[in-house]
């Protein structure tokens, strides 16, 4: 089974409970695609390299089937759910609404320590490009976006979102191993400089283009990876 050979096994944090770092590898390993969309996934495998008991496994599969990250087909076995756009566009339209408010707040409140803690991401954001690792991308760009959060006091409502988030963050992991990082690293740049500068229309342009530009990418994407997504009707999606 693919889980046997694919499944990164992230070390366990002191005082984490083992249902919660069940969950915590079960997340990171779909949304970083170890664990593909559609593919069969086995309590007594995940358990056995997770090196936990089966209960806060199944507890952790329990958990993920309410988030819609695996799907438990009584009798069948579990997959990890297909990737549901209708999901993404509500992850991404929740980010984009809330980080308006963000940078908007930001652009009159930064200090200099504060472009200074985004600058220093923007450069292990570069690393990363220079290393081509996709994943540690991914990990570094959100922390980015944290770090929004954090300079305003909001940082409970970027945790909030982190349920909701996971489906947009797996169209981002293909979207990173896809397209140039140059393009991530210059929205964020810009995004900096613009705050730094205290330009709220221009902190507003960038936020609007970066957290938009996945709608023009989502067809090519699911061109390229048919069998990851699931076939809905056409939706609505919300721009500025």
């Known amino acids: 089974m693919e889980a ?9 944090e002191r005082y984490e409970s083992t249902r919660d770092y069940a969950i915590r590898c079960l997340t990171y390993n779909i949304v970083n695609l170890h664990l593909k969309p559609g593919q069969l996934v086995s309590e007594s495998i995940i358990s056995e390299l997770l090196e936990l008991s089966r209960t806060p496994v199944r507890e952790a599969f329990f958990d993920l089937s309410k988030s819609g990250l695996l799907k438990i087909m009584p009798q069948r076995g579990t997959r990890v759910a297909h990737i549901d756009l209708d999901l993404v566009e509500e992850a991404r339209f929740a980010r984009w609404a809330i980080e308006r408010c963000i940078v908007q707040q930001l652009a009159e409140s930064r200090t200099d320590y504060d472009i200074v803690e985004l600058r220093n991401n923007i450069e292990k954001q ?13 990990e570094i760009d959100n922390t980015f976006h944290k770090l929004l959060f954090r300079f305003c006091q909001k940082e409970s409502v970027y945790n909030y979102l982190k349920r909701l988030r996971v489906h947009f963050d797996r169209v981002r992991k293909l979207n990173i ?10 929205d964020h740049t810009e995004l900096t400089d613009a705050i730094e500068a ?28 048919p069998d990851y997504f699931v076939n809905k009707k056409k939706r609505t999606i919300a721009t500025f």
Do not use: F, G, M
């Open 4 to 12: 046997e050979t694919n499944l990164v096994v992230l070390e366990r």
């Open 126 to 138: 570069l690393a990363c490009k220079e290393a081509k690792d996709a994943e540690q991308l991914l």
């Open 177 to 186: 191993e896809r397209v140039e990082t140059d393009r991530i690293i210059n």
């Open 198 to 225: 205290q330009d709220k229309a221009k902190s507003l342009e960038v936020i609007d283009r970066h957290l938009t530009r996945v709608i023009d990418d989502i067809h090519y994407l699911k061109l390229q990876y």
